[in-house]
């Protein structure tokens, strides 16, 4: 790791810092008033709990070495595959995972391509086939998904935030080996589907691949009727930079993440019911500064009103709670955020993810429990790890657990598909620059905090922690996910804390 200031200098490092970050957001306004931390869990025995603040990895812990051990609060790991790093984001399907590729990492070493993991035996997964098509190799990003329904797994290629064409699908009745199902359009490079691609999803009937871009933001409906044939019926163009999604149970409403900061609802019926000409018509367009890079949305209901959990990826947003029965007035009703992400914490934050790289603490992707009365949330807090939260009463979000895997702290040479460590050369944790302008903003930032001995590190950042980013998928108490650093990762909430609800049916959204 690069410190490019002496011990004496760090202050001057500090300025050099906010520098950097203030460019990307000095002129964002300040955030709305928000809700306080969620309540902290209550380790029981045998748990390695946090030793700072809620959700952080304290700089003290980074250079001692104790984040090698990792954190958790009861939860434990069954099993693990870390192969050579695991993408951005990974899917489960019945006993099998699928670890998605970041590109050009995963073509450095061995075994290129998407991983498929047998988890008959949570504790001993085994790697059983990869899947090489051109997507495959070309980087999945947050792509790679699953229909159960269909028994169908979607991928497509996105070498570099947004990716056009290659788009790969696959039989997964037999889940430990993939069968392509479409040689021709979208596997062979010279017939491409006119697609651009950051994330991707599934209607909830699995007839319909949506791809969005982030730049532009087009988003395109792929017919999958055929998969051996996939069309595009439908493109539009409805924000500059679009991210992920969720549906309503019957396919007839997109919500769609707006990584400006916010969320639209789409009309999408005319696709579902295959209209000849479809029109999709905005019904609602949800902006908030609290928080930006909204990366998908999880639909559930409470009591048979509908809500959406929609998660920011960057700005310490956390995961807001939307009512969405008024869906062209949808209101926000609750936020779940960790202290680390109080705009009272941001010096904090400097001083300790200084040196880690782009990434602080933010929510990446949440899955709930079963999308009808949802019991728990569990979801990747990027390097604050798996956070999991009784969801119960929405008025009254707690936290229940966390899993913080172990750092793998000087290992970015062997972690080729580790986007983590192929971002290592970067110090400054620059997506959090709006956050931490709003806490200046405020007058919440005090420069004595964010002083540590990784503050003015604004290269070659080590992994002194993990980036969790893939939702962890529920199988009763266990939750299967995969971080960036470890890999495939199947973990087990303590019976004490955690109780699978009947009908249990993790659900991510899309």
Same mark, same amino acid.
């Given at each position: 790791?690069?410190?490019?200031?002496?011990?004496?200098?760090?202050?001057?490092?500090?300025?050099?810092?906010?520098?950097?970050?203030?460019?990307?957001?000095?002129?964002?306004?300040?955030?709305?008033?928000?809700?306080?931390?969620?309540?902290?869990?209550?380790?029981?025995?045998?748990?390695? $709990?946090? +030793?700072? /603040?809620?959700?952080? !990895? @304290?700089?003290?812990?980074?250079?001692? *070495?104790? =984040?090698? &051990? #990792?954190?958790?609060?009861?939860?434990?790991?069954?099993?693990?595959?870390?192969?050579?790093?695991?993408?951005?984001?990974?899917?489960?399907?019945?006993?099998?995972?699928?670890?998605?590729?970041?590109?050009?990492?995963?073509?450095?070493?061995?075994?290129?391509?998407?991983?498929?993991?047998?988890?008959?035996?949570?504790?001993?997964?085994?790697?059983?086939?990869?899947?090489?098509?051109?997507?495959?190799?070309?980087?999945?990003?947050?792509?790679?998904?699953?229909?159960?329904?269909?028994?169908?797994?979607?991928?497509?290629?996105?070498?570099?935030?947004?990716?056009?064409?290659?788009?790969?699908?696959?039989?997964?009745?037999?889940?430990?080996?993939?069968?392509?199902?479409?040689?021709? $359009?979208? +596997?062979? /490079?010279?017939?491409? !589907? @006119?697609?651009?691609?950051?994330?991707? *999803?599934? =209607?909830? &009937? #699995?007839?319909?691949?949506?791809?969005?871009?982030?730049?532009?933001?087009?988003?395109?409906?792929?017919?999958?009727?055929?998969?051996?044939?996939?069309?595009?019926?439908?493109?539009?163009?409805?924000?500059?930079?679009?991210?992920?999604?969720?549906?309503?149970?019957?396919?007839?409403?997109?919500?769609?993440?707006?990584?400006?900061?916010?969320?639209?609802?789409?009309?999408?019926?005319?696709?579902?019911?295959?209209?000849?000409?479809?029109?999709?018509?905005?019904?609602?367009?949800?902006?908030?500064?609290?928080?930006?890079?909204?990366?998908?949305?999880?639909?559930?209901?409470?009591?048979?009103?509908?809500?959406?959990?929609?998660?920011?990826?960057?700005?310490?947003?956390?995961?807001?709670?939307?009512?969405?029965?008024?869906?062209?007035? @949808?209101?926000?009703?609750?936020?779940?955020?960790?202290?680390?992400?109080?705009?009272?914490?941001?010096?904090?934050?400097?001083?300790?993810?200084?040196?880690?790289?782009?990434?602080?603490?933010?929510?990446?992707?949440?899955?709930?429990?079963?999308?009808?009365?949802?019991?728990?949330?569990?979801?990747?807090?990027?390097?604050?790890?798996?956070?999991?939260?009784?969801?119960?009463?929405?008025?009254?979000?707690?936290?229940?657990?966390?899993?913080?895997?172990?750092?793998?702290?000087?290992?970015?040479?062997?972690?080729?598909?580790?986007?983590?460590?192929?971002?290592?050369?970067?110090?400054?944790?620059?997506?959090?620059?709006?956050?931490?302008?709003?806490?200046?903003?405020?007058?919440?930032?005090?420069?004595?905090?964010?002083?540590?001995?990784?503050?003015?590190?604004?290269?070659?950042?080590?992994?002194?922690?993990?980036?969790?980013?893939?939702?962890?998928?529920?199988?009763?108490?266990?939750?299967?996910?995969?971080?960036?650093?470890?890999?495939?990762?199947?973990?087990?909430?303590?019976?004490?804390?955690?109780?699978?609800?009947?009908?249990?049916?993790?659900?991510?959204?899309?």
């Amino acid at each position: 790791m690069t410190r490019l200031f002496t011990p004496a200098a760090r202050r001057y490092g500090l300025a050099a810092v906010a520098v950097l970050l203030m460019p990307l957001g000095i002129a964002a306004p300040p955030p709305a008033a928000g809700a306080p931390a969620a309540h902290t869990a209550d380790c029981l025995p045998g748990s390695l $709990p946090e +030793t700072g /603040l809620q959700g952080d !990895v @304290p700089a003290a812990d980074r250079d001692s *070495g104790r =984040s090698r &051990d #990792g954190f958790r609060c009861n939860m434990r790991m069954l099993g693990s595959s870390a192969g050579r790093g695991g993408g951005i984001t990974s899917v489960t399907f019945d006993h099998c995972a699928y670890v998605g590729t970041f590109f050009p990492g995963n073509l450095l070493g061995p075994d290129e391509g998407v991983r498929v993991l047998d988890v008959a035996d949570p504790s001993a997964p085994v790697h059983t086939t990869t899947l090489t098509e051109p997507a495959m190799l070309a980087g999945t990003w947050e792509s790679l998904k699953v229909n159960a329904a269909r028994k169908l797994l979607v991928g497509a290629g996105v070498p570099a935030l947004t990716g056009a064409g290659l788009l790969s699908v696959y039989d997964i009745s037999d889940c430990a080996h993939p069968r392509l199902l479409n040689p021709g $359009p979208g +596997t062979d /490079l010279a017939l491409p !589907v @006119p697609i651009t691609a950051h994330e991707g *999803g599934f =209607s909830p &009937d #699995g007839r319909t691949y949506w791809a969005s871009g982030t730049a532009p933001g087009l988003l395109s409906a792929v017919d999958l009727t055929d998969p051996a044939e996939p069309r595009v019926i439908w493109q539009g163009l409805p924000g500059l930079s679009m991210h992920g999604f969720g549906f309503s149970p019957d396919g007839n409403r997109m919500y769609l993440a707006d990584n400006m900061g916010g969320l639209k609802i789409l009309d999408v019926a005319a696709v579902q019911r295959r209209d000849p000409e479809p029109r999709v018509p905005e019904l609602a367009d949800m902006t908030w500064t609290d928080g930006w890079a909204t990366q998908h949305a999880v639909p559930v209901t409470y009591g048979g009103t509908p809500y959406v959990f929609a998660v920011d990826e960057a700005g310490s947003g956390g995961v807001k709670l939307i009512d969405v029965s008024d869906e062209r007035r @949808p209101r926000l009703t609750q936020s779940i955020k960790l202290a680390i992400n109080l705009p009272e914490n941001q010096d904090s934050m400097v001083a300790s993810a200084s040196g880690g790289s782009l990434f602080a603490y933010d929510a990446h992707y949440c899955a709930a429990d079963r999308p009808v009365d949802p019991t728990a949330l569990a979801c990747s807090w990027t390097s604050s790890g798996i956070r999991v939260f009784d969801v119960r009463d929405p008025g009254a979000i707690r936290e229940i657990g966390y899993f913080n895997p172990p750092a793998r702290t000087g290992e970015n040479a062997g972690l080729w598909n580790s986007p983590h460590a192929l971002a290592s050369i970067i110090g400054p944790p620059l997506l959090a620059a709006p956050t931490l302008a709003q806490s200046m903003l405020q007058g919440a930032f005090d420069p004595a905090q964010a002083l540590s001995s990784r503050t003015g590190t604004l290269a070659f950042g080590d992994l002194s922690t993990d980036w969790c980013f893939s939702p962890p998928e529920w199988r009763g108490n266990q939750l299967w996910t995969t971080c960036a650093d470890n890999g495939f990762l199947a973990l087990e909430l303590a019976p004490e804390v955690y109780t699978p609800p009947a009908g249990q049916s993790s659900t991510t959204g899309s």
